[in-house]
Nanobody
Framework: VQLQASGGGLVQAGDSLRLSCAAS????????MAWFRQAPGKEREFVSF????????AYADSVKGRFAISRDNAKNTVCLQMNSLKPGDTAVYYC???????????????WGQGTQVTVSS
């Protein structure tokens, strides 16, 4: 499966952004989809994942209550709605696909190219 992330940008603290990830290739619905992020000088960290059917989700504690993940299997897309953004959310955001519902980046075999999110104070 090929993944293409989009929707990043430069916003102010408190603003919202909606990231999208479009998938092509092998059947999208067989994959657990996730978002990770990587800030400069830091390791890639888990943000959220959503189960194949969309009924199960998980979030990092740092984004819980502010971010919401969703997917549309008919359109082969997964989105991350980010509200109440903070400067600490600044990072490159990556979408990823796995056969497992896990927070471990090493278990995701397919990655998008990343989209930059910058939150100014």
């Amino acid at each position: 499966v090929q993944l293409q992330a989009s929707g990043g940008g430069l916003v102010q603290a408190g603003d919202s952004l909606r990231l999208s990830c479009a998938a092509s290739g092998r059947a999208f619905g067989i994959y657990v989809m996730a978002w990770f992020r990587q800030a400069p000088g830091k390791e890639r960290e888990f943000v959220s994942f959503i189960s194949r059917g969309g009924g199960g989700v998980a979030y990092a504690d740092s984004v819980k209550g502010r971010f919401a993940i969703s997917r549309d299997n008919a359109k082969n897309t997964v989105c991350l709605q980010m509200n109440s953004l903070k400067p600490g959310d600044t990072a490159v955001y990556y979408c990823a696909a796995s056969s497992l519902g896990t927070r471990a980046a090493s278990q995701y075999g397919y990655w998008g190219q990343g989209t930059q999110v910058t939150v100014s104070s």
